[in-house]
């Protein structure tokens, strides 16, 4: 390779660095919400009866909230809640599911609340859906209201 391909190869991965490392600082920067944080499960109450297992159809209520460091339990703005109306019903398991909800629900019993915080690895990764920006951490809190025959 010439030197000039080298210097140009060389710049090129300099520019790439300086884009990637400003992203970096806008997706973390403190004006804003913390977009990474691990994935966690607590119950907040436990349930009783029949806990629940994949392939489950289940009913829960929720509210989301971006995650956000500093914040009581790490609750920024809640953006998202099925308390104002009826309750979601989902198969536990299913594709229609972000994989956190899939790996945070099973063991929950009717009656239980449980707060999820998820990373944008388990959660909606990189993509923009509805008012969540890529990269994001949420906070959910899920009510299991039944496990349904």
Known sequence: MSSAGWVRKVCGLGALAAVLGGLTACVNSPAGPTRFAPYSQTDLRLGSGPAVVAGDLI??????????????????????????????????????????????????????????????????????TGPIPPWTTLVFEIELVSIDE
Request: proline letters at 9%.
């Open 59 to 128: 009913t829960v209520h929720y509210t989301v909230w971006f995650y956000e460091d500093g914040q009581p339990e790490q609750k920024g703005a809640a953006f998202e809640t099925s308390r104002s109306g009826a309750p979601l019903q989902l198969s536990v398991g299913s594709s229609g599911v972000i994989f956190a909800w899939n790996q945070g629900l099973p063991g929950m019993q009717p009656g239980g609340l449980r707060r999820l915080v998820v990373p944008p690895s388990v959660g909606y990764g990189g993509f923009r």
